[in-house]
């Protein structure tokens, strides 16, 4: 039997139907799909794939248990590197980690492993089987570090990993977050159409039961400081804090109304529910124009979720061209398929308001130069292109910088120019048996990345732990 | 979840919540705010810590209810839960080095103006409180402040309590007379905010605002707050709430405070429907 070449399709809703609804797009694999997926797993000896995730899932062994018929055993087998299945098979951009070095890939498309995660994580979420089983558990626990105590500030990607796996060591972990839910990011700033909240509910509860507490609503650095956190008697301070401070472009018009931070609509619209107004009570305001600036995929949730909102008209205004979108290309052509434009080399110079709201945004047209320091062709300014873009809402979406609030009420901790946390490899800071990792280090980075380094942190947090006790 | 221990009606729509809430009540100084939720589907609101004791982990707030959240807050009795409080966040007013300090409240604003003139007063400051509003069952605190306060003053709007007008007919009469005024506080409703800062301007008196803008996580996260002052632009909830009353453009303020207006009164509407 030959192998298809080409990755099982996935369903998902139609695009016409899709804008009218914040519903997952889409659907996951059948139970018949994802074997027929399965199949096209070489079994390759060197198992590229696992190198190319950032925390080394074992990927063929999963996919051989799901081959055989082991479902509750796939999971497991993710489980014992990927706290959040469910996110991940969802979110991760796929194509630039485990399947950009599959070897089905080099002649064919590679091995849907995305998608055969999400299939496993999904089965077993709706059947229960998804906790970590007691005998794995069993396995991971270190004597020395039972019942001693470890925070973690932030519960989104980073902290909620660095959690799960200390509290798998045996420690006794409390993670504290500012916002009344969990899940940092995967809250507040991925709609629900590309990640359903009740499943990041249901990672969150499988975390907990792992024995990790997580307190609300306590902001590190002002309800409490690290240096309190030590006083308490834990040993250790992990730092997930993401990165949450919005960048703006300094135009004119920025503060007229009708311009947001992509964090403040996305915000709204996720975390505080405004696509359910006035059922929920927190508005938001699209109008029928809306223009988003920024081409990432923040910038694609951003607009997709402006269109959902009822918007007629909605732009994607970037400086640069297609090639240089950093978005993942799926977010793109989800995008493009639900009716957003893309205008692309035109440059925001000014918003131009009428009675204290935006009425037009005064675009200059580019064009591409030679490359730039990011390896990216610099786009130049066009004389005399000037040109107007009738809106009633503008979205700003170029990025965030980190958070300065817990920073800059911690003592003796470094950070970069840019307001980054330092770390070391271990993802130590400068200070003893305090660690960081996520966007905070990083910069706006991705989902898995974070988790990534949430995963280093605990592995040098144990080893920290244990050194310490020896003396 | 965070229980009300406490509640007073200080006035026929401003009310006053003392909440149990340790771990904030332990870290709140002058000036710090909370953001709280009423219910799962509720706005975040921020408002102004008015007091706090940490040694029960008690903290007090002070609300006018003028919306569909500050409404459901203001039904809600001892016993209940209120079901988060965040905080305390901003900046808290640095209280040192004032020898005179004159402080102005309009409405629920004084509210906003009361740990402010304890603060000072325990600074060992001179303090000059004026508090005003439409009417005399508007006045608020004023056995508080006179507790305070070196010398208290008190105005309406229709001359039914105090002096008849404004408290910066108050104010306007002590620059006159006063030239060792080193600071002015001012908190209320935008347009008395800008009066005042008008006026010290001429005088050449150090002012302190304290804004209350629009806000959604309190942390610096959204920038839904963000203000100029001085020509930058700056974020409410971490940069302040209070600023130089001389370098914010309060035009702008007034402006993005009524973005929300329609859609206040829908929620406000639907909710009448709902009761009726």
Partial sequence: ??????????????????????????????????????????????????????????????????????????????????????????????????EKVCVMGIKNE??????????????????????????????????ELIGRKAAVIGAGPAGLTAAADLAKFGLDVTIFEALHKTGGVLRYGIPEFRLPKDIVDQEVEAIKELGVDIQLNVVVGKSITVDE???????????????????????????LNGVYSANEFLTRVNLMKAFKYPEYKTPVVVGDKVAVVGAGNVAMDAARTAKRLGAEDVYIVYRRAKEQMPARSEEIHHAQEEGIELKLLNNPVAIHGEDGRVAQMECQQMKLGEKDDSGRRRPIPIDDSNWMLELDTVIIAIGQNPNPLLTSNTKDLETKSWGGIKVGEDQQTSRRGVYAGGDVVTGAATVIKAMGAGKTAAENIKNYLLEKSKK | MYEILEKEVLAPTIKKLKVNAPMIAKKTKPGNFIILRVDEKGERIPLTVADYDRETGMISIIFQEVGYSTKLLGQMDKGDQIQDIVGPLGHHIDLEGYQKVVLLGGGSGTALLYPKVRGFHEEGAEVISITGARTKNLIILEEELEKYSDRLFITTDDGSYGHHGYVTDILKDLLEKEDDIDLVVAIGPVPMMKAVADMTDEYGVKTIVSLNTVMVDGTGMCGACRVTVGGERKFTCVDGPAFDAHQVDFKELMNRLNFYQDEEKLVHDTAVEEDN
């Fill in chain 1, 1 to 98: 039997m030959s192998l298809q070449k080409k990755k099982t399709p996935m369903k998902e809703q139609a695009p016409e139907e899709r804008i009218k609804n914040f519903k997952e797009v889409p659907f996951g694999y059948s139970d018949q799909e994802a074997l027929v997926e399965a199949e096209r797993c070489l079994h390759c000896k060197h198992q590229p794939c696992v190198g190319g995730c950032p925390v080394h899932v074992p990927i063929p062994q999963f996919i051989q248990a799901l081959k055989d018929g082991d479902l509750v055993e796939a999971n497991q087998i993710i489980k014992s590197k990927n706290n959040l299945p469910a996110v991940c098979g969802r979110v991760c951009p796929q194509e630039e980690q485990c």
């Fill in chain 1, 110 to 143: 590679p091995v849907a492993i995305g998608r055969l995660e999400r299939y496993v994580a999904d089965y077993n979420m709706k059947r229960g089987t998804d906790k970590s089983s007691a005998k794995e558990l069993e396995k991971l626990k270190v004597p």
């Fill in chain 1, 229 to 255: 956190l030590f006083e308490q008697g834990y040993e250790s301070v992990f730092i997930g804090v993401g990165a949450g401070l919005p960048r703006f472009l300094n135009i004119p018009g920025e503060n």
